[in-house]
């Protein structure tokens, strides 16, 4: 195309402040021409009134021949470098992957390449927490130290933010100018970010996480290869896939392992401590908390009695635990039959012990062992950090509390048959003295500390009836009080429960003596007898 002095006034195309300002007269356009069409335009212009003959334009055209060739093919080499360094790129993070490398330093790869391809200042890498329903800043790059505790300490939301865009639309989202977008947060007080883009990574039909990229220029990523991009975060999402499958994986043998060692305990030991310590130790290596606690309950006083414990700051206040039935927080696991999950039980009103709460626990989970359907105890887990329990947690913990309420159950059956054994065995012992000889006078002290010594009850004493003075008389005796303040002890028979026993002629039981009402204590200091 040419055009002469006389054509340009009239065509509105060169009739422009810059053609006017620069005075020209003639120009002459040759399109340049590539493979796929037209790619540019070659011109040349005069000052001076002087056509362009159709010689110059046939020069101009075998000129801008070949040069729309070369530019072509110059920007064909240029994506082919381009197409090469991201092949580049991703070959360097599948190494990194494929070497084995934690998951933290592939991670960092991708990132530190995303931000090299796209010119990106700062780049961010977040996972999802699904539990808590927020972004956790994972990876960094560019970001100061200040800027990096800053990031740590904020709470993201996963429907805040372009962030929140990204997961929910689960496409790359590009801003331009970040101060004209409604959805921008600022998670640092002071941010140079002019534009930012974010990259969903999406697993089936999960997002895992983002590549957040910012820059300090606006639309500084408008020419952005977002195929590239996508191959990126896939090989960081399927990174992130892998390594959470080999944590599980991991965490299940380690639980199954945990749960493996506490049954062999039990089939291999009827020592109940011998198994509370076990399962304590694993129930806490398993779930990675310091402190915890396995109490028991205690039907006849009405009590759940901690038996093991570890990790507490305060060792007096747990080798003393006891708590009525039916209150705190365990009594709350007992009656409900349902874990409990507290957080920092400072100041908690449902506390049964308030010393309990000076103890400092930030968390704890509270999970009931039940043995042929009743529950019978309480494990515990404590962290004086804050923690969340995660389901898995109360499961493999309730797994091995119920392991717990079974080895409780066998033991308490071998003690009840030891006892029993232990009863035929003093009575056949009795009743072999008896027939073995005619001097009767020892008998009743033997029989008493025979009593004591294989029972260990606190006191064990033998009254004998006085009918004529209807009394009873203390005949013989084995531990519990002094001999001085029991000789000679008589008291009417229709007194007190050893009266009743004695006038009536029937078994009296009483494992609450403090609440019989037939209780009398003939003690001057008072009686330590509970039952």
């Known amino acids: 195309l040419a055009v002469s002095h006389t054509a340009r006034r009239v065509n509105r195309r060169l009739n422009t402040s810059e053609f006017r300002d620069e005075d020209i007269q003639a120009v002459a356009l040759a399109p340049l021409i590539g493979q796929s069409g037209a790619i540019g335009v070659l011109s040349v212009f005069r000052r001076v009134p002087h056509p362009f003959t159709s010689d110059d334009l046939s020069a101009l055209s075998a000129l801008a021949g070949p040069l729309g060739l070369a530019v072509d093919n110059m920007r064909l080499a240029r994506r082919a470098e381009k197409r090469c360094q991201e092949l580049s790129t991703l070959l360097q993070v599948d190494r990194a992957f494929s070497a084995g490398l934690e998951l933290n330093a592939v991670l960092q790869v991708a990132v530190n390449e995303a931000a090299r391809v796209t010119g990106a200042s700062q780049g961010v890498l977040f996972t999802v927490n699904q539990d808590e329903g927020r972004f956790e800043p994972r990876i960094m790059r560019g970001l100061s130290e200040r800027a990096m505790h800053q990031m740590q300490a904020a709470t993201l939301l996963l429907t805040e933010g372009v962030n929140g865009r990204a997961y929910r639309s689960r496409q790359i989202i590009c801003v331009d100018d970040v101060s004209s977008d409604p959805d921008y947060a600022i998670l640092r007080r002071s941010t140079r970010v002019r534009s930012e883009m974010v990259i969903p990574l999406v697993h089936g039909d999960r997002v895992l996480g983002n590549i957040d990229l910012g820059s300090s220029r606006r639309a500084a990523f408008a020419d952005v290869d977002l195929s590239f991009l996508r191959a990126l975060a896939d090989q960081a999402t399927a990174a992130i896939e892998n390594a959470r499958l080999y944590e599980e994986t991991s965490r299940r043998a380690e639980e199954l392992a945990a749960l493996n060692t506490v049954a062999a305990t039990v089939s291999q030991s009827l020592d109940l401590h011998v198994t509370l310590d076990v399962a304590l130790d694993k129930a806490l290596e398993v779930i990675g908390l310091e402190a915890g606690a396995i109490s028991l309950v205690d039907e006849l006083a009405g009590e759940l009695v901690m038996r093991v414990h570890r990790g507490w700051r305060h060792q007096s206040l747990a080798d003393h635990m006891r708590i009525k039935l039916g209150t705190g927080l365990s009594g709350l696991a007992i009656v409900t039959g349902e874990p409990v999950i507290t957080g920092d039980v400072r100041g908690d009103p449902r506390l049964a012990v308030p010393e309990f709460g000076y103890e400092g626990f930030q968390a704890m989970v509270l999970v009931p062992m039940r043995a042929h359907g009743k529950v019978v105890g309480v494990l515990s887990a404590m962290s004086y950090q804050p923690?969340?329990?995660?389901?898995?947690?109360?499961?493999?913990?309730?797994?091995?509390?119920?392991?717990?309420?079974?080895?409780?159950?066998?033991?308490?059956?071998?003690?009840?048959?030891?006892?029993?054994?232990?009863?035929?065995?003093?009575?056949?012992?009795?009743?072999?003295?008896?027939?073995?000889?005619?001097?009767?006078?020892d008998l009743p002290t033997r029989t008493v500390q025979a009593i004591h010594q294989s029972f260990g009850y606190f006191h064990v004493a033998l009254y004998l009836l006085d009918a004529e003075h209807g009394e009873v008389v203390l005949h013989a005796f084995a531990g519990g009080y002094p001999a001085a303040l029991l000789a000679g002890y008589r008291q009417a028979v229709n007194v007190g429960m050893i009266g009743h026993a004695a006038q009536q002629g029937e078994t009296l039981l009483a494992n609450a003596v403090t609440q019989e009402p037939r209780d009398f204590n003939f003690l001057p200091d008072g009686d330590k007898v509970r039952s």
């Open 387 to 441: 923690h969340t329990f995660m389901p898995r947690d109360v499961a493999v913990l309730t797994a091995i509390a119920d392991q717990v309420g079974v080895a409780l159950d066998n033991a308490r059956l071998y003690e009840a048959e030891s006892r029993r054994n232990a009863h035929l065995a003093l009575i056949n012992e009795i009743a072999r003295q008896v027939t073995a000889t005619l001097d009767l006078a």
